[in-house]
T-cell receptor
Framework: GQNIDQPTEMTATEGAIVQINCTYQ??????LFWYQQHAGEAPTFLSY????GLEEKGRFSSFLSRSKGYSYLLLKELQMKDSASYLC???????????FGSGTRLLVRP | DADVTQTPRNRITKTGKRIMLECSQT?????MYWYRQDPGLGLQLIYY???????NKGEISDGYSVSRQAQAKFSLSLESAIPNQTALYFC????????????FGPGTRLLVL
Protein backbone atom coordinates (compact mmCIF):
# COMPACT_ATOMS: atom_id res chain seq x y z
CA GLY A 1 0.00 0.00 0.00
CA GLN A 2 0.85 3.66 -0.03
CA ASN A 3 1.99 5.30 3.18
CA ILE A 4 3.30 8.78 3.96
CA ASP A 5 4.31 9.80 7.48
CA GLN A 6 4.86 13.28 8.87
CA PRO A 7 4.91 14.58 12.46
CA THR A 8 1.51 15.92 13.47
CA GLU A 9 2.69 19.14 15.10
CA MET A 10 5.84 21.16 15.60
CA THR A 11 6.60 24.38 17.43
CA ALA A 12 9.45 26.76 16.70
CA THR A 13 10.57 30.28 17.55
CA GLU A 14 10.49 33.28 15.26
CA GLY A 15 13.85 33.72 13.53
CA ALA A 16 14.89 30.10 14.07
CA ILE A 17 15.25 27.18 11.65
CA VAL A 18 12.89 24.20 11.57
CA GLN A 19 13.07 20.91 9.67
CA ILE A 20 9.89 19.00 8.84
CA ASN A 21 10.46 15.36 7.93
CA CYS A 22 8.47 13.12 5.61
CA THR A 23 8.95 9.40 5.05
CA TYR A 24 7.12 7.49 2.40
CA GLN A 25 6.49 3.95 1.21
CA UNK A 26 4.88 4.03 -2.19
CA UNK A 27 5.00 2.17 -5.47
CA UNK A 28 6.10 3.85 -8.66
CA UNK A 29 7.62 6.96 -7.09
CA UNK A 30 7.61 9.82 -9.54
CA UNK A 31 8.43 12.91 -7.47
CA LEU A 32 7.71 14.54 -4.12
CA PHE A 33 5.95 17.84 -3.47
CA TRP A 34 5.68 20.13 -0.47
CA TYR A 35 2.66 22.38 -0.03
CA GLN A 36 1.85 25.03 2.55
CA GLN A 37 -1.73 25.34 3.78
CA HIS A 38 -3.01 28.05 6.11
CA ALA A 39 -6.08 27.10 8.12
CA GLY A 40 -9.20 26.97 5.95
CA GLU A 41 -7.31 27.97 2.82
CA ALA A 42 -6.06 26.19 -0.29
CA PRO A 43 -2.72 24.38 -0.34
CA THR A 44 -0.07 26.37 -2.18
CA PHE A 45 2.92 24.83 -3.92
CA LEU A 46 6.31 25.21 -2.23
CA SER A 47 8.74 22.77 -3.81
CA TYR A 48 9.23 19.71 -5.98
CA UNK A 49 11.98 17.07 -5.86
CA UNK A 50 12.37 14.20 -8.26
CA UNK A 51 16.13 13.60 -7.98
CA UNK A 52 18.17 13.09 -4.82
CA GLY A 53 19.56 16.20 -3.22
CA LEU A 54 18.66 19.63 -1.99
CA GLU A 55 16.50 22.20 -3.76
CA GLU A 56 16.74 25.72 -2.38
CA LYS A 57 14.18 28.45 -2.91
CA GLY A 58 14.66 31.51 -0.75
CA ARG A 59 14.01 30.74 2.91
CA PHE A 60 12.69 27.28 2.03
CA SER A 61 14.72 24.22 1.02
CA SER A 62 13.64 20.66 0.33
CA PHE A 63 15.73 17.51 0.38
CA LEU A 64 15.07 14.08 -1.10
CA SER A 65 16.66 10.65 -0.65
CA ARG A 66 14.87 8.14 -2.85
CA SER A 67 16.82 5.16 -1.51
CA LYS A 68 15.69 5.98 2.04
CA GLY A 69 12.16 7.06 1.13
CA TYR A 70 12.81 10.32 2.96
CA SER A 71 12.38 14.02 2.43
CA TYR A 72 12.55 17.10 4.57
CA LEU A 73 11.45 20.71 4.27
CA LEU A 74 13.78 23.24 5.88
CA LEU A 75 12.43 26.66 6.81
CA LYS A 76 14.96 29.33 7.76
CA GLU A 77 14.51 32.71 9.46
CA LEU A 78 11.04 31.73 10.59
CA GLN A 79 8.35 34.36 10.49
CA MET A 80 4.98 34.40 12.25
CA LYS A 81 3.24 34.02 8.87
CA ASP A 82 4.96 30.63 8.46
CA SER A 83 2.52 29.21 11.01
CA ALA A 84 0.58 26.79 8.81
CA SER A 85 0.27 23.13 7.90
CA TYR A 86 2.90 21.66 5.60
CA LEU A 87 1.80 18.81 3.37
CA CYS A 88 4.12 16.22 1.88
CA UNK A 89 2.77 14.56 -1.28
CA UNK A 90 4.20 11.82 -3.49
CA UNK A 91 3.43 11.43 -7.17
CA UNK A 92 2.93 7.78 -8.01
CA UNK A 93 2.97 5.80 -11.18
CA UNK A 94 2.01 6.78 -14.66
CA UNK A 95 -1.36 8.17 -13.54
CA UNK A 96 0.35 11.20 -11.97
CA UNK A 97 -1.91 11.08 -8.95
CA UNK A 98 -0.66 12.62 -5.72
CA UNK A 99 -0.80 10.78 -2.40
CA PHE A 100 -0.84 13.26 0.48
CA GLY A 101 0.43 12.88 4.01
CA SER A 102 -1.76 14.14 6.85
CA GLY A 103 0.32 17.30 7.16
CA THR A 104 2.47 18.85 9.87
CA ARG A 105 0.99 21.79 11.74
CA LEU A 106 3.75 24.30 12.51
CA LEU A 107 3.29 26.94 15.17
CA VAL A 108 5.79 29.81 15.17
CA ARG A 109 6.01 31.62 18.49
CA PRO A 110 7.47 35.08 19.13
CA ASP B 1 -8.24 37.13 -10.85
CA ALA B 2 -7.89 33.65 -9.40
CA ASP B 3 -6.78 30.94 -11.83
CA VAL B 4 -8.91 28.23 -10.17
CA THR B 5 -12.30 29.18 -8.80
CA GLN B 6 -14.87 27.17 -6.90
CA THR B 7 -18.54 27.82 -6.24
CA PRO B 8 -20.12 27.94 -3.79
CA ARG B 9 -17.50 28.73 -1.12
CA ASN B 10 -19.78 27.59 1.66
CA ARG B 11 -22.85 25.39 1.59
CA ILE B 12 -25.20 23.97 4.18
CA THR B 13 -27.55 21.21 3.05
CA LYS B 14 -29.72 18.49 4.50
CA THR B 15 -29.33 14.72 4.39
CA GLY B 16 -30.68 13.28 1.17
CA LYS B 17 -30.38 16.45 -0.91
CA ARG B 18 -28.53 16.52 -4.21
CA ILE B 19 -25.88 19.21 -4.51
CA MET B 20 -23.30 20.23 -7.06
CA LEU B 21 -19.95 21.88 -6.49
CA GLU B 22 -18.42 23.65 -9.44
CA CYS B 23 -14.84 24.32 -10.45
CA SER B 24 -13.56 26.54 -13.23
CA GLN B 25 -10.00 27.28 -14.30
CA THR B 26 -8.30 29.73 -16.61
CA UNK B 27 -4.88 28.06 -16.49
CA UNK B 28 -5.47 26.07 -19.68
CA UNK B 29 -4.63 22.82 -17.92
CA UNK B 30 -6.06 19.54 -19.20
CA UNK B 31 -5.91 17.70 -15.89
CA MET B 32 -8.39 18.42 -13.10
CA TYR B 33 -8.97 16.82 -9.71
CA TRP B 34 -11.44 16.80 -6.83
CA TYR B 35 -10.25 16.22 -3.24
CA ARG B 36 -11.88 16.25 0.15
CA GLN B 37 -10.12 17.20 3.36
CA ASP B 38 -11.27 16.24 6.83
CA PRO B 39 -9.83 17.82 10.00
CA GLY B 40 -6.46 16.29 10.85
CA LEU B 41 -6.38 14.22 7.70
CA GLY B 42 -4.64 14.61 4.41
CA LEU B 43 -6.28 15.35 1.11
CA GLN B 44 -8.12 12.36 -0.33
CA LEU B 45 -8.67 12.08 -4.07
CA ILE B 46 -12.30 11.65 -5.14
CA TYR B 47 -12.13 11.83 -8.94
CA TYR B 48 -9.69 13.03 -11.55
CA UNK B 49 -9.89 13.83 -15.24
CA UNK B 50 -7.07 14.02 -17.75
CA UNK B 51 -9.24 15.50 -20.48
CA UNK B 52 -12.90 15.96 -21.31
CA UNK B 53 -13.33 12.30 -22.31
CA UNK B 54 -11.18 10.76 -19.58
CA UNK B 55 -12.61 10.54 -16.05
CA ASN B 56 -11.24 8.27 -13.34
CA LYS B 57 -12.20 7.28 -9.83
CA GLY B 58 -9.92 8.18 -6.98
CA GLU B 59 -9.59 6.66 -3.52
CA ILE B 60 -13.02 7.62 -2.19
CA SER B 61 -15.45 7.96 -5.12
CA ASP B 62 -18.46 6.21 -3.53
CA GLY B 63 -21.35 8.62 -3.08
CA TYR B 64 -19.92 11.12 -5.59
CA SER B 65 -20.13 11.68 -9.32
CA VAL B 66 -18.42 14.16 -11.64
CA SER B 67 -18.92 15.86 -14.96
CA ARG B 68 -16.25 17.41 -17.17
CA GLN B 69 -18.31 19.87 -19.21
CA ALA B 70 -15.32 21.47 -20.91
CA GLN B 71 -11.58 21.69 -20.52
CA ALA B 72 -12.09 24.53 -18.04
CA LYS B 73 -14.97 23.11 -15.99
CA PHE B 74 -15.18 20.11 -13.68
CA SER B 75 -18.19 19.60 -11.41
CA LEU B 76 -18.62 17.33 -8.40
CA SER B 77 -22.07 16.07 -7.39
CA LEU B 78 -23.33 14.46 -4.24
CA GLU B 79 -26.42 12.57 -5.38
CA SER B 80 -27.83 12.12 -1.89
CA ALA B 81 -25.80 13.94 0.71
CA ILE B 82 -25.06 12.31 4.06
CA PRO B 83 -23.52 13.86 7.21
CA ASN B 84 -20.15 12.12 6.85
CA GLN B 85 -19.67 14.01 3.59
CA THR B 86 -19.26 17.15 5.67
CA ALA B 87 -15.76 18.31 4.71
CA LEU B 88 -13.68 20.87 2.87
CA TYR B 89 -13.62 20.16 -0.87
CA PHE B 90 -10.84 21.30 -3.16
CA CYS B 91 -10.54 21.34 -6.92
CA UNK B 92 -7.07 21.29 -8.47
CA UNK B 93 -5.50 21.43 -11.91
CA UNK B 94 -2.16 20.36 -13.36
CA UNK B 95 -0.23 20.37 -16.59
CA UNK B 96 2.23 17.61 -17.56
CA UNK B 97 4.35 20.26 -19.25
CA UNK B 98 4.65 21.96 -15.84
CA UNK B 99 5.91 18.94 -13.97
CA UNK B 100 2.41 18.01 -12.82
CA UNK B 101 2.42 20.58 -10.03
CA UNK B 102 -1.18 20.81 -8.84
CA UNK B 103 -2.79 24.21 -8.30
CA PHE B 104 -5.70 24.35 -5.92
CA GLY B 105 -8.89 26.35 -5.83
CA PRO B 106 -9.97 28.18 -2.65
CA GLY B 107 -12.15 25.30 -1.46
CA THR B 108 -15.82 24.73 -0.67
CA ARG B 109 -16.81 24.17 2.93
CA LEU B 110 -19.78 21.78 2.97
CA LEU B 111 -21.95 20.99 5.99
CA VAL B 112 -24.52 18.21 5.70
CA LEU B 113 -27.10 18.24 8.49
Amino acid sequence: GQNIDQPTEMTATEGAIVQINCTYQTSGFNGLFWYQQHAGEAPTFLSYNVLDGLEEKGRFSSFLSRSKGYSYLLLKELQMKDSASYLCAVRVGSSYKLIFGSGTRLLVRP
Amino acid sequence: DADVTQTPRNRITKTGKRIMLECSQTKGHDRMYWYRQDPGLGLQLIYYSFDVKDINKGEISDGYSVSRQAQAKFSLSLESAIPNQTALYFCATSDPRGGETQYFGPGTRLLVL
